[in-house]
C-alpha cells in the first residue's frame, strides 16, 4: 500500500466521494474554470464535443447523466444502480488515477457495465480543474445510444 502525503490523500478522497456521492453537490469538487473531457462526442445536449470547458457544462454533465433525452434513443444508466468494482486510485502529485468497472441498470432495464479510468488534476486548493474519462467509448455507444445488448471484457479482479 502506498503512503500518501495529507494532500494526496484529499485528492483521492475528494476523487472517491465523486463515486460513491459522500460529497453532496460534485459541482463542488469542481474548479470555475474546469475542464472534463470525455472521448465520446455524443453527450446529449453536448454533441460533437469532446472537452466540455467551465463548470457550467461540467454541471450539464453531472446534472443530466442518468437522464434519458426525449427523441434522442439515448437510453441512460440509472444512477441509483451504480455500483463500483475492481476499483484502484493512485496518486501522484496532483493527479490522481481511479479505474473502476461501473455496474448499472439501463432506465429500459438492461445490464450496462462498462470499465472506465479517471485523470483527475487537482489545484491546491483541492479542486478538480481537468477531468479525463477514459472507457470503452464503442460499448458505451452501443448499449447506451444504439441499444445494442454486449457484455464487456472485464479487468481480472
Known sequence: MSQYNETQQ???DSTNSLFDGSCGDPATLFADDAVWW?????LPGLEGETEHKGIETIKKILYGAGQDKPGSGTDSYDLSTNRFTNVLVLADGDYVIRQHTQN?????GK????VY???LQFNS???ITYLTEHWNTWYANKVL???WVID??????
Open 145 to 147: 445510444l444504439d441499444n
Open 10 to 12: 484529499r485528492n483521492i
Open 111 to 114: 445490464d450496462y457495465k462498462n
Open 38 to 42: 470525455n472521448g465520446l462526442p455524443r
Open 125 to 127: 486548493e483541492g479542486k
Open 117 to 119: 479510468c479517471f485523470v
Open 152 to 157: 464487456p471484457a472485464q479487468p481480472v479482479a
Open 104 to 108: 448499472s441498470k439501463t432506465n429500459s
